[in-house]
């Protein structure tokens, strides 16, 4: 019988997985890898403000998501810097300023490590609250906008032609990544996170042949990384997160030796 921490774990990890599944196609096809990573850099001032202002560390870095998520759109509304340009200077600008903010407190002992890194087995009842909770929004805002997201994202120039709001549907996208990026902060770390958004979805698309399909193969896949690295972590004491993100890159590897070998039999036959 597993203990309560165990199951903990399971629930969080896979609660994570299921929602980044679909959004993690979007970072795919929009090719947004760059954004996710500069959010993450960007988690660690949140975190860094939360202890700073005495806040929950989930509302802090949320709130420094949005904000970092609203300076990029009025930058990039001024067009004068390229957008892969602002996500560096925001995001490089953001973890060092939450390195700095953590310097001042010396009285403070903060676990670095575990929030660059993750720890899943450190899920707590709370951290599940947040996860599910923001899990069942996301994907709420998610079905209810799914049409028009894969509309802006395979031909962004027609849909605004058809009078959709393409800026409007941008900031949303963006800011449901920063809500699993918050869900997913303790799980997987800060530095690892946008790798469980990415993998999974590169994974599933090999196989997929819908939109509908790769979400919901990329869901499976990151919650099969999610049970292969927390058992990996139980087994040889790893790492949680890099764990949960080398099980994640196993999966990947071979859907891409699944795919060479079905297309040689192919060509046999």
Same mark, same amino acid.
């Given at each position: 019988?597993?203990? $309560?921490? #165990?199951? &903990?774990? =399971? @629930?969080?990890?896979?609660?994570?997985?299921? %929602? !980044?599944?679909?959004?993690?196609?979007?970072?795919?096809?929009?090719?947004? /890898?760059?954004?996710?990573?500069?959010?993450?850099?960007?988690?660690?001032?949140?975190?860094?403000?939360?202890?700073?202002? $005495?806040?929950?560390?989930?509302?802090?870095?949320?709130? !420094?998501? %949005?904000?970092?998520?609203? /300076?990029?759109?009025?930058?990039? !509304?001024?067009?004068?810097?390229?957008? $892969?340009?602002?996500?560096? #200077?925001?995001?490089?600008?953001?973890?060092?300023?939450? @390195?700095?903010?953590?310097?001042?407190?010396?009285?403070?002992?903060?676990? @670095?490590?575990?929030?660059?890194?993750? $720890? +899943?087995?450190?899920?707590?009842?709370?951290?599940?609250?947040? +996860?599910?909770?923001?899990?069942?929004? +996301?994907?709420?805002?998610?079905?209810?906008?799914?049409?028009?997201?894969?509309? #802006?994202?395979?031909?962004?120039?027609?849909? &605004? /032609?058809?009078?959709?709001?393409?800026?409007?549907? &941008?900031?949303?996208?963006?800011?449901?990544?920063?809500?699993?990026?918050?869900?997913?902060?303790?799980?997987?770390?800060?530095?690892?996170?946008?790798?469980?958004?990415? +993998?999974?979805?590169?994974?599933? &698309?090999?196989?997929?042949?819908?939109?509908?399909?790769?979400?919901?193969?990329?869901?499976?896949?990151?919650?099969? /990384? %999610? =049970?292969?690295?927390?058992?990996?972590?139980?087994?040889?004491?790893?790492?949680?997160?890099?764990?949960?993100?080398?099980?994640?890159?196993?999966?990947?590897?071979?859907?891409?030796?699944?795919?060479?070998?079905?297309?040689? =039999?192919?060509?046999?036959?």
């Amino acid at each position: 019988m597993f203990d $309560d921490f #165990i199951w &903990r774990a =399971l @629930l969080g990890g896979i609660g994570v997985a299921v %929602v !980044a599944g679909p959004l993690g196609c979007f970072v795919v096809w929009r090719r947004m /890898a760059y954004f996710g990573d500069a959010l993450a850099h960007g988690a660690l001032l949140g975190v860094a403000l939360g202890f700073a202002l $005495d806040m929950n560390l989930n509302a802090s870095t949320l709130l !420094a998501f %949005v904000v970092f998520t609203l /300076a990029l759109a009025s930058l990039q !509304a001024q067009r004068r810097l390229a957008t $892969d340009t602002l996500l560096g #200077i925001l995001s490089h600008a953001a973890l060092a300023l939450g @390195l700095v903010t953590i310097s001042f407190m010396e009285r403070l002992r903060v676990d @670095l490590m575990g929030y660059l890194f993750g $720890d +899943i087995l450190a899920v707590t009842r709370t951290d599940l609250l947040w +996860i599910y909770g923001g899990g069942v929004l +996301i994907l709420a805002v998610m079905v209810l906008l799914w049409s028009r997201l894969v509309s #802006i994202t395979v031909h962004e120039e027609l849909a &605004r /032609a058809e009078g959709l709001p393409v800026g409007t549907l &941008r900031l949303v996208l963006m800011l449901l990544i920063a809500l699993v990026i918050v869900a997913a902060m303790k799980i997987i770390g800060i530095l690892l996170i946008t790798a469980l958004l990415i +993998i999974p979805a590169a994974a599933a &698309r090999t196989f997929a042949r819908s939109p509908e399909q790769m979400a919901v193969l990329a869901s499976a896949l990151g919650a099969l /990384a %999610v =049970l292969g690295g927390l058992g990996a972590s139980l087994r040889w004491d790893t790492p949680s997160g890099p764990s949960v993100v080398v099980c994640a890159a196993v999966l990947f590897a071979l859907t891409l030796a699944a795919e060479s070998g079905w297309r040689r =039999l192919r060509h046999a036959t």
